[in-house]
């Protein structure tokens, strides 16, 4: 195991004690040294390098190690750069590199140091981030060349230096290459220098046409210089044994496809993973065997291909690190799968030598199959740098960054991104200047892209990624966009300019066509009669040709009867040879089956078989072959020897061609007999009795035999062929007769064709004249119709023409424009976008790129019919709207569109519904079956309602990877190829307002931001208002744009069609009389369009007229939906649909006040729809947002009208950007923050000079500072009149920021009534009134809100009580049940309530589907779904915009508090608030109960004062106390007031408190209510100002209407409370109402200060500088011994360990943290942790864990600390003070414990009677200790002040929040001696927060002790105050 670090986590003692620890040190530089010298050694050796090499082992050697060693000191792993970690591993595969050289490769010294260079720059060069740091590795490598290699840098380089000036630049070294792929002819693929890159891209290029012909997933890649660097690093990487590569870039930078690449290239096989939607480890794990087991069981490497995209289970880089570490994944065999693996090692391992076997059993052959996965799998990771993910990777698997080669692909450089658009930008026609200009606004495009994303992320806090893929996207849309427009303007610029020539032309004619009509005449009467002539003679000579041709035709039919005869002889003959030739044709396949092996065999037979002997004879006697004469031995006679012939037959090289091209027909009938009764007749001369002998034998039997069965039916054959001779000769003879004949009759005709040809001309003369004549007359009528219709359009044409050909020149630089748009910008909101348009058109003309003056996408892309329809199927008619139609029709990859109010989804649905759309969800089961079927057909797919993820089975879709598949374009979906149709579209579209796509998935689609616009929306409502108030002249308007739509298409295609038939006619368009009808029907049809179009103009400019009356209420409206969108920037829960906007708006109109004029009913339309949204709003805000609300309502309304100053406002909401301040404070009671935003304030226009009028009127301003109330006392001097009501809050902001909330109301109800401050109580009923099944009741929680007993309530008097109301928890696996519940309520009509979604997270898709596929025709309509969740980002935004939301929690207020409880249930309910008997008690008892409950729930505003615990008091604990209140009441004769207080005050309300101190206040509290004064007292007032008591005995509405007459703002008083807590409570809400309402304005990005890193760094280095030395306890224990009668020792040598541990922490903690931003440790999630801390300036919780409680900020707990230290360093050094600080102690308590303990051993008392008495001492410094107990400082009083004077506590002053209290002497005393007098028992707490947890001490770690204070008042007004003493202050 490795130290901890680096991911390690530190080993505990506990774990450790069970072993031996041996560490292993790192190596020493000589022992590095020796080892490779003699690795580099032995490969010179052994490669038989030449002696010259033998320095190169020393010096490379030398250099590695001198880079090792300067690469750790300087390239440190700092939080940005976590992968700067280098070890022995880098070291060795620089050597490794090396090792691949060869003597033919590296023939002189030179080229192996030129190859070491590339190495060491491939391991360390190639990871590194940025430019500063590739410069130092740059630099450093040139010295160790000169240093170690002892060769010039610059000379070693020599053929890189490109600009000749003789210095080898970091640039040139680019060019530095080595690879194995160069060079296509060398089959042993030597790793050498590239010397020409240019004809390794044509080598790459080749590679990658090969890859995409062998692969159905093409890539169009452009090898340029950058990705063939890259692709050369992987293919280097890959061919090293056992390594494996880390590739780091965003998506769409090449990494993928340049691995595929080169895995092919080296020939290896390609593995990668296919993740689906339900991908888990159990898939994953069958992936990772199949890719082992293919890798292993062939000799073929495999690269396995695993992108952080796939990373669906952090386990699985679990299973990587396994694997690159040690090759195997642990346990991912079964036995079985495992021994099966074994069998096939096996195999391999039984064919290698015997030597190199295993031992055969199974842990060996296991063993070698993991040997075999390291050897021949190489895995290539692809890794985003982008967001923690990569860094915490990192640290958690270290093998990542050890056991990998880094490659870091950088943004493209400027040379990249050149080279694409210089390689793409070539083939299109431009001129050169322009072409430069061109590739320049690519560049240009793509960097300032960057930076307004970085703007975008600044202001919108919105993410938008460029990449690689959108730079070609760019350019691919320029060349495609380019081509086309150019096409459209050059046709219709040539149709303009052909309709004018023809026009032009048919003028010029008319004049020579009457003059023509005139002599064509008498030409055409001498035709006529030259026709009459030759027709008589034609009908003589056709007589005569009739008779030759009768004769002819008889001659020929003779012949044909002899032909036939032939024939039939012919066929008899072919009918007898068809039975011999099959079997003559298998002798001969039997023949060619013979190969020459087979007959040496039979040849080198010494004495062969009777059989062969036999065979061989009959050959020879066939062919004619003689035999030898040879003497029988045994007879002596002599004998025909066949052998010896036979031999030398055999020996003939075509021997069997010879037989093969036998003469079958001519065979010798002597021989033929002699086969026959030799050897046919021999019963052994048979094929299969030969075959045994030799098979060659076989087939020369079945030959002769097949020949002697031929030449039977050849001889039957042969007289029939004489005869058949003889017939065809008579045949010819008859034919020649009959051709005598035809030449003849050829003769004849050819003289009546010659005739005929002439009559025919001079017909063709006739009618050709009498056509003439009669066009003439045509064209002569054709040229005044032409003339007449189309004379007019001339000037126009002409003007269209002209303006075409300057579009045409400007297109260039508008197209490039445009594709910018589109490629880039379709992410980004309507300002970002017309920003950066603006910017690139004045680039773009500053390039000399022609381009339109007033440059516009519409112009230029947009088609004004299309943008019209598309108008008319929802798209809003604002320029950026259209803009988005636009892109989403040029868009080259499919569009995901940004579409919070489903702006974008309507318009697409309306847009496709013609072509069947089909709407589908990754949620819905069958959406990938939907979408294949819609692939195949050619249907349009809408993907609704995506997250932030796309399906990975949709890769291929997004990227369109389609491939031919016999002939037919197809797609591969998941695991299935399927048909691709052309007319496919698919759309996405997601709810999320600002969703964060990585890259991975951006450069997939078109992002497309749908937001609605202002401008969209206005017209929208306008639209809406008038089809609602004026229906007829919506309706009219609407018929109108619909028809004027239709005219202007028809219009266009008329044109379109004029100036196509014009175009399109050949020659003379006065010849063309179909062309001349249609231009005159199409110029009528025209004019009459025009006139209707001019009608309907006029009229829609009349009907606008109108519409524009009601555009003042359109923009009211549209300030408030944009007010309540961006709402959810507050609360994720404040999600409100554009649709459920409108649906309120309209149901306004219905309702407000109706006036016929129009002013008066715009003003009660306003008025209504304002109050109906907030009141609707307000049932879903939490309290603390409603007033927020109605501010911001106030202000966006005053803002559309152009009366509020942004720069006042933004100063309001920040109190402007704070400097140092050079002025001094003149005076001492205005804090220092209030007088540095004064100085602030002077620097806007309408408060200069308030800074220097504040001294001479500073006494004006004192008394607006302390007034009980600023917001209403008058500002003094100038500023008295100056300045309105929103500039006045300013001002106070300044001086008094805890009085901005009464200022906001008063605000709001001057410029907006009361009724917006005071918002509509919770009404279950009202919301129930405006759902249906279909819209789900959402109650948004907040602590304390329980609105399940209102709804069981609700439900019962609905009749939905039990068994129609189903309730259920979410949690883990409740997700099934709630969905039956929900089935069953949508089919009988219950009511289901789902609790908590907030604790259900991942089940809340399927909740939102199930409401999506909610139909009205398909449920109950009494169905109703509730649900209950905290605020929650998994909570369906769908459900929230859809549903109706509403908060339950107490109200904000104590006057709504108590009117909440008396409009509850049972309170409201008149039968059970006049049902109890004593109706006086009940009735006062009540109210004093109801504001109890009020009065406890409102305490918890004032924070730690009011309760030290916020308790979640609720409306249940209110019921159960009413009830039981009514039923004691009803039950006995007298109050039993100890019932109810121990009922009420410990059992309901006293149930929740857990704190001590909480119960006695609660309890002091309720005794101020349950009392008989309340009873019996008229008098009896709650509070002093005499406005609190309660109302005599009266029906219910006089409670009410007495509590609606209560104060809005309630005075302290009546909690107990000093007006003091106020300032902190307003404080805090102002603070968070303003934070709030900047959650909704747009940021501002400011210029980047100094970074995080710097800025912790200094934190880091300037407390370290300030901590003390740890103190040094066991000198302090020899100094402070352990002693009987001094506890005080102990006490401080264990205050010294506890500050040593924390001293410790802080320490390390800022060293580490130090180092780990230099790099020199991991950044660890705890160091992590701390950085964040110290940015916030906050306590880190490393520290908390180790420290005393404080709520301090950082530097203040900084400086804290060390006056702690320096208080026990003081305590060490000079003895015990004599006042002890008490804030400074550790654990208090046991300083407390040791002052006891001193007095009870000094007095001999039982530690365990004692207590302590207070004395509260003079403020005055004393020097000496008292004889008893202890003198302590340091204690502040919170909620009182101690009065020096009368020695009691007394009220605290006005704004003075916390007052020091002098020394205190605690005083030991027996508890039972402790005096009697009045005081009060104040807690002691270490922090303001009061809170605390019982540590293992058994001590709180807040509360302290309860110290007694002597008071002149009740104990009770102290506690109602909240009044303890506070250890330290939080400031």
């Known amino acids: 195991m490795g130290p901890p670090g680096g991911g390690r986590n530190p080993v505990t003692p506990r774990f450790l004690r069970h072993f031996n620890t041996i560490t292993i040190n790192e190596f020493d530089d000589l022992a590095m040294i020796t080892i490779f010298r003699s690795i580099m050694e032995w490969h010179i050796y052994s490669k038989e390098f030449p002696p010259e090499f033998q320095d190169c082992a020393v010096e490379l050697v030398a250099g590695t190690m001198a880079i090792y060693v300067e690469a750790t000191r300087l390239l440190l792993p700092t939080p940005a750069k976590s992968h700067y970690l280098f070890n022995l591993r880098d070291f060795s595969r620089v050597i490794q590199g090396i090792t691949l050289s060869l003597p033919h490769t590296a023939k002189t010294p030179q080229s192996m140091k030129r190859l070491w260079v590339h190495e060491a720059f491939r391991v360390y060069y190639d990871r590194l981030v940025d430019d500063d740091d590739r410069g130092l590795v740059f630099g450093f490598m040139r010295k160790v060349v000169e240093s170690e290699l002892k060769e010039n840098f610059d000379e070693l380089f020599i053929t890189l230096d490109f600009d000749g000036d003789g210095e080898v630049t970091e640039d040139d070294l680019r060019s530095l290459m080595f690879c194995d792929f160069s060079n296509v002819n060398d089959n042993q693929r030597s790793y050498i ?126 299973d990587i690190s396994n694997l690159l570490n040690s090759g195997e994944v642990p346990n991912l065999y079964p036995a079985d799968e495992r021994a099966d693996l074994c069998e096939k090692m096996r195999l391999l391992d039984r064919q290698k030598e015997k030597s190199k076997q295993t031992d055969g059993s199974p842990v060996a052959l296991f063993n070698m199959f993991i040997q075999r996965c390291r050897d021949q799998l190489h895995i290539v990771l692809a890794m985003s740098p982008i967001g923690d993910a990569f860094r915490n990777r990192l640290r958690k698997f270290p093998s990542l960054v050890n056991c990998c080669t880094i490659d870091w692909f950088q943004t ?152 036939e005869a032939a024939g039939a002889i012919k066929d008899e003959c072919d009918a007898s040879l068809a039975e011999a030739m099959p079997i003559f044709n298998a002798a001969v396949a039997a023949l060619n089956t013979l190969t020459p092996a087979d007959i040496t065999i039979v040849k080198t037979m010494k004495n062969p078989p009777y059989m062969i002997k036999l065979t061989v004879e009959a050959v020879c006697v066939l062919k004619g072959i003689k035999p030898d004469r040879t003497t029988d031995n045994a007879t002596g006679k002599k004998t025909d020897d066949y052998w010896k012939p036979a031999l030398r037959m055999l020996a003939d090289a075509k021997f069997l061609e010879s037989l093969v091209l036998f003469d079958k027909d001519n065979v010798n009938p002597a021989i033929m007999k002699s086969i026959r009764s030799t050897y046919v007749s021999n ?376 100036l196509q038939v014009l175009s399109s006619s050949q020659g003379n368009i006065l010849e063309d009389e179909m062309a001349i009808k249609i231009l005159s029907s199409s110029k009528m049809l025209a004019n009459e369009i025009t006139v209707k179009q001019a009608v309907a103009e006029e009229t829609e400019k009349k009907i606008n007229t109108a519409r524009m009356g009601y555009t003042p209420i359109a923009i009211h409206c549209k300030v408030l939906f944009f007010t309540i969108v961006d709402l959810a920037n507050i609360d994720p829960m404040y999600q409100y649909s554009l649709v459920w906007f409108i649906n309120l708006f309209l149901l306004s109109i219905d309702k407000a006040e109706k006036s016929a004029d129009l002013s008066e009913r715009l003003l009660s339309l306003r008025r209504h729809f304002t109050y109906s ?74 408060f200069k000079g308030i800074r220097t009028s504040f001294e001479p009127l500073m006494d004006g301003w004192k008394i607006f500072y302390d007034s009980l109330e600023p917001h209403r006392t008058p500002l003094p001097g100038q500023f008295k009149t100056k300045l309105g009501m929103l500039q006045r809050m300013i001002v106070l902001r300044v001086f008094r920021p805890d009085k901005i909330i009464p200022a906001v109301t008063e605000f709001v109800v001057d410029q907006l009534g009361k009724r917006y401050i005071d918002p509509p109580p919770f009404d279950l009923a009202g919301s129930f009134g405006d759902s249906n099944a279909l819209s789900p009741l959402i109650f948004v929680l907040s602590p304390g809100a329980d609105p399940t007993a209102a709804l069981l309530r609700f439900a019962d008097d609905m009749r939905f009580g039990y068994g129609k109301f189903d309730s259920l928890s979410l949690g883990q696996g409740q997700g099934p049940i709630a969905q039956r519940m929900i089935e069953k309520g949508v089919r009988e009509g219950t009511w289901v309530m789902l609790q908590n979604c907030h604790l259900a997270p991942s089940w809340m898709p399927t909740l939102e589907r199930i409401c999506e596929e909610l139909v009205p025709e398909k449920m109950h309509p009494d169905f109703r779904m509730w649900l209950t969740s905290y605020p929650s980002n998994a909570f369906p935004v769908a459900i929230l915009q859809n549903g109706i939301k509403m908060t339950n929690e107490p109200p904000k207020g104590l006057r709504f508090n108590l009117l909440r409880s008396y409009l509850m249930d049972p309170i409201s309910d008149d039968e059970f608030f006049t049902g109890v008997r004593n109706q006086k008690s009940w009735t006062k008892l009540l109210f004093g109960l109801c504001f109890f409950h009020a009065l406890i729930q409102e305490r918890r505003k004032f924070g730690a004062i009011g309760w030290n615990i916020p308790y979640e008091f609720n409306e249940t604990d209110l019921r159960i106390s009413v009830r039981q209140l009514s039923m004691i009441l009803n039950q006995y004769e007298e109050v039993q007031f100890a019932a109810l207080k121990y009922l009420t005050g410990e059992c309901n309300y006293g149930g929740r408190v857990t704190d001590d101190w909480d119960r006695r206040t609660l309890r002091t509290i309720l005794k101020k209510f349950y009392c008989t004064d309340i009873i019996e007292n008229p008098n009896y007032k709650f509070d002093e100002s005499g406005i609190y008591f309660a109302p005599p005995v009266g029906p219910y509405e006089s409670y009410i209407d007495y509590i609606k007459e209560l104060p809005f703002s309630p005075h302290p008083n009546i909690f107990g409370m000093h007006a003091n807590v106020d300032i902190t409570k307003d404080q805090w809400e102002t603070r968070q109402m303003f934070n709030n309402v900047l959650l909704t304005q747009a940021k501002t990005s400011s210029g980047m200060g100094a970074s995080a890193d710097h800025i912790v760094y200094d934190v880091a280095a300037d407390i370290l500088k300030k901590l003390p030395a740890n103190f040094d306890t066991a000198v302090a224990l020899l100094r402070y011994p352990t002693s009987y009668k001094q506890s005080m020792n ?111 051993r000094k007095h001999i008392i039982p530690i365990d009677l004692l207590t302590f008495d207070y004395e509260v001492m003079e403020a005055k410094e004393y020097k000496t200790a008292p004889g008893d107990g202890a003198y302590v400082r340091g204690l502040f009083l919170d909620g009182a002040r101690w009065d020096q004077s009368q020695k009691v506590l007394a009220e605290s002053l006005p704004k003075i929040l916390y007052d020091p209290l002098p020394p205190i002497w605690l005083k030991p005393c027996k508890r039972s001696e402790l005096p009697e007098k009045p005081i009060y028992t104040a807690p002691v707490y270490k922090t303001s927060d009061r809170r605390g947890v019982l540590s293992t001490t058994g001590h709180s770690t807040n509360f302290v002790i309860a110290m007694l204070l002597s008071s002149n008042k009740p104990e009770e007004h102290w506690i109602a105050r909240g009044v303890a003493l506070l250890c330290q202050l939080d400031n």
């Not at 390390?1708 to 705890?1726: D, H, P, T, Y």
């Open 683 to 1058: 019963p052994d001369f048979d094929p299969d009795k030969v075959k045994v002998a030799s098979t060659a034998c076989e087939g020369l039997c079945r030959w002769i035999l097949a020949i002697e069965k031929y030449d039977v039916v050849a001889k039957i054959v042969a007289p029939k062929k004489v005869a058949l001779k003889e017939a065809e000769q008579q045949v010819a003879k008859a034919l020649a007769e009959v051709e005598k004949k035809r030449v003849v009759l050829r003769q004849v005709q050819a003289e009546l064709a010659k005739l005929e040809d002439v009559l025919e001309t001079n017909k063709k003369k006739k009618i050709v004249l009498e056509a003439e004549v009669d066009l003439c007359s045509q064209k002569l009528d054709r040229a005044e119709k032409l003339i007449g219709g189309l004379g007019g359009e001339q000037s126009r044409w002409r003007n269209a023409a002209a303006d075409l050909g300057k579009t045409y020149v400007n297109l260039t630089g508008d197209v490039l424009i445009s594709s910018g748009i589109v490629a880039y910008l379709g992410a980004f909101t309507s300002n970002f976008r017309h920003e950066q348009m603006h910017h690139w058109v004045s680039a773009t003309k500053e390039k000399g790129i022609p381009c339109s003056e007033e440059f516009s996408l519409i112009a230029t892309l947009g088609d004004p019919v299309n943008i019209r329809r598309w108008n008319i199927f929802g798209l809003p008619t604002d320029s950026f709207s259209v803009d988005n139609g636009i892109i989403l029709s040029n868009a080259g990859r499919w569009p995901l569109m940004i579409d919070p109010q489903s702006q974008a989804n309507k318009f697409i649905r309306n847009m496709e519904k013609s072509a069947g759309l089909r709407v589908t969800k990754f949620s819905d089961s069958d959406y990938v079956r939907t979408l294949d079927n819609c692939i195949q057909m050619g249907i349009p797919v809408l993907l609704e309602n995506i997250g932030e993820e796309l399906d990975p089975i949709l890769e291929s879709v997004l990227l369109k990877q389609t491939f031919k598949q016999g002939g037919t374009l197809c797609i591969k979906l998941g695991d299935s190829t399927i048909e691709y149709s052309l007319d496919f579209r698919l759309y996405f579209t997601t709810k999320l307002r600002n969703p964060h796509y990585y890259p991975e998935v951006a450069v997939k689609v078109t992002l497309l931001n749908f937001m609605i616009t202002p401008e969209g929306l206005e017209d929208q409502l306008l639209g809406i208002a008038v089809a609602k108030e004026r229906p007829e002249l919506e309706d009219e308007r609407n018929a109108l744009i619909v028809a004027g739509a239709e005219n202007k298409a028809l219009l266009k295609s008329v044109e379109d069609k004029i």
């Open 412 to 563: 493209w450089p400027d040379d990249a991104l050149h080279a694409v658009a210089t390689r793409f930008l070539s083939e299109v026609e431009l001129s050169d200047h322009i072409r430069v200009g061109c590739i320049d606004m690519c560049q240009e495009f793509h960097q300032t892209t960057r930076l307004l994303s970085e703007k975008f992320k600044a202001e919108l806090d919105r993410f938008n990624y460029v990449t690689p893929t959108s730079y070609l996207e760019l350019i691919r849309t320029f060349q495609s966009l380019l081509e086309i427009k150019r096409k459209e303007v050059t046709i219709a610029k040539s149709r303009y300019e052909v309709g004018l020539d023809k026009l032009k032309d048919a003028q010029s004619q008319v004049s020579q066509m009457q003059k023509q009509l005139n002599d064509l005449q008498p030409q055409l009467l001498q035709a006529s009669q030259e026709v009459d002539t030759i027709m008589l003679q034609i009908e003589k000579d056709s007589a005569e040709v009739a008779i030759v041709e009768r004769q002819v035709k008889a001659d020929e039919a003779a012949a044909n009867r002899q032909a």
């Open 193 to 318: 220098e590239v010397k020409d890159i240019g004809e390794l891209g044509v080598v790459v290029e080749g590679h990658l046409e090969e890859y995409n012909t062998m692969n159905k997933k093409t890539m169009n890649l452009v090898m340029f210089r950058f990705a063939i660097e890259h692709v050369s690093r992987i293919a280097r990487i890959i061919k090293h044994p056992r390594s494996h590569a880390l590739l780091v870039g965003v998506g769409g930078s090449g990494r993928q496809s340049l691995t595929r690449l080169a895995a092919h290239m080296a020939d290896y096989d390609q593995f990668q993973v296919e993740i689906t939607k339900s991908y888990g480890s159990y898939e994953w794990r069958e992936d990772l065997k199949n890719i082992l087991r293919k890798v292993t069981t062939s000799d073929v490497h495999g690269v396995f291909l695993f992108t952080d995209t796939q990373i669906k289970q952090e386990s699985f880089l679990e």
């Open 1690 to 1800: 102990t006490v401080l040598v264990q205050e010294m360990g506890r500050f040593n541990k924390l001293l410790h922490t802080v320490r390390s903690s800022l060293q580490n943290v130090r180092k780990a931003i230099k790099g020199q440790v991991v950044m660890s999630v705890e160091l992590e942790e701390v950085v964040v801390s110290i940015l916030k300036g906050m306590i880190p919780k490393m520290w908390m864990k180790k420290s005393y409680p404080s709520l301090k900020p950082l530097g203040s707990y900084v400086n804290d600390f060390i006056v702690r230290l320096k208080f026990l360093q003081d305590w060490f050094d000079q003895g015990a003070p004599a006042t002890f600080w008490i804030s400074g102690f550790f654990f208090t308590q046991a300083f407390l414990t040791g002052v006891q303990q001193n007095y009870a």
């Open 1173 to 1246: 949204l907030y009141c609707n709003i307000c049932r879903s805000l939490f309290e603390k947002d409603k007033l927020l609300f109605s501010f911001l309502l106030c202000v966006n309304i005053l803002k559309q009208n152009n009366e509020v100053d942004e720069e006042e406002w933004r100063f309001l909401l920040t109190g402007g950007v704070g400097l140092d301040n050079p002025f001094p404070n003149p005076s001492t009671w205005l804090p220092v923050q209030s007088w540095n935003e004064l100085c602030r304030l002077d620097e806007l226009t309408h």
